[in-house]
């Protein structure tokens, strides 16, 4: 082994002031040290180990071990040599052990990780020499005030230095997890937290937004002010247009969700501007039917909901108007999650009786009757309905009928008045749902090219 000649005089002169500095140096074969307290895992050698040094002399390797001088860099196998002036690193030697490059400038060398292209280390110019600041480790600690390790733990695992290795199977994988990574390679993570390391680029590519909480439901009395009774929240959200008007001409429709009921109210509009007149409706029934007021509505912040007109009824009536914020539709989930599952179910229905879309009014208003009708999960699975009956039973509002398959035929019977005894006594038509005003059902005659609201016989 072997240590070139180089400006010895500056080294000397600035190891006496700075024990912890190291010297770069291009032509040392081995990293070496005079100052035992530099190393870690400290391993004596035996008496013949020597070596020769810049003025030609020979000198006892006394230990050699490891040492951590910067985040990025820990030096393996360096040899402590009390006669030694200096402590120097070997470029040959550091830039082999962590695959890193050294980059040369006129007042500073830099150290770049090859896998990560991260700075690892950095030395100034002084003296005609590229000088690293290195620490002097205290007794049982680290640089970072962390507990050394144990006796007979490596340095190598102690210190997060493998984070290349890491981070380049993480490159070649094409950027999983690393939770997932510790999974399929339990070797690289000995001693290391798989949360503690990032990658800019998942940032990048796959940055989402924070999960909202999830709020539990507690059940309410229906328009109290207690939280638990119906009414005191309404949950509302504005859909549409859709792509094809219903034969009455309407593309828009809105939902108005109670809290504790979960009960739903839908009204279909032909322009998003009637959501206001609406909401004074439906408070109005909620008022007559139910003798109580709405206190607090919950919607986005559509624009719909800000006009001057529904504003100045919910400041005269004293009801709270809370909205999402831009972008944040989680904030109105529960309306939000209701129009889904509306439409799941719409849909549902469309799809088995291949039923034309330009009935979609009648779809989703018969998919709300279903729905305040059938268990919820919410609810612990009661019906929406039934629990709305617990609190009002006297109400008259509810109403059941037998449940007929949607787009099924049907017949209507014609009254004698419009009829002669040469006429068919019925008309086929399909069914498509039930009225929201009377205990009948919704018909459509595609040769009269009408809706019939009236009581049928299944085919």
Known sequence: MLAQKGKFSEALTVSKRHSSLWIIDSGASDHMTRNAALINEYNQCNKTSTIRIANGSSSQVKGIGLSKISRGMLLNSILHIPKLDCNLISISKLTRDLNCVAKFFPNLCIFQDLDTGKRIGCAKMCSGLYLLNGFTPQKGQTQNGILAPHKGQSVLNFYVNKVSDVMLRH????????????????????????????????????????????????????????????????????????????????????????????????????????????????????????????????????????????????LNQGILHISSCVNTPQQNRVAEKKNRYLFEVAGSLMFTTHVPKQFWREVVLTATYLINRMPSRVLKFKIPSQVLLQAFPHTKILSSLDPKVFGCSVFVHIHPHHRNKLDPKSIKCIFLGYSPHQRVQVLFSHQQKVLYLNGCHIL
């Open 171 to 314: 490159y070649r994988l094409g950027h999983p997890n690393f939770m997932y990574l510790e999974k399929l390679v339990p070797s690289l993570f000995t001693n290391k937290n798989a949360k503690s390391f990032k990658c800019e680029v998942c940032q990048l590519s796959k940055h989402i937004r924070n999960n909202y909480p999830t709020i539990s439901y507690k059940s309410s009395h229906p328009f109290v002010i207690i939280h638990s009774d119906p009414f005191v929240i309404i949950h509302s959200d504005v859909w549409g247009p859709l792509p094809v008007k219903n034969i009455t001409g309407t593309r828009w429709f809105v939902s108005f969700v109670d809290d504790h009921t979960r009960l739903t109210w839908l009204f279909i509009m032909k322009e998003k501007s009637e959501v206001g007149q609406i909401f004074q409706n439906f408070h109005s029934m909620i008022q007559t039917q139910f003798h109580t007021k709405i206190q607090i509505l919950k919607t986005d912040n559509a624009k719909e909901y800000f006009n001057s007109e529904l504003n100045t009824y919910c």
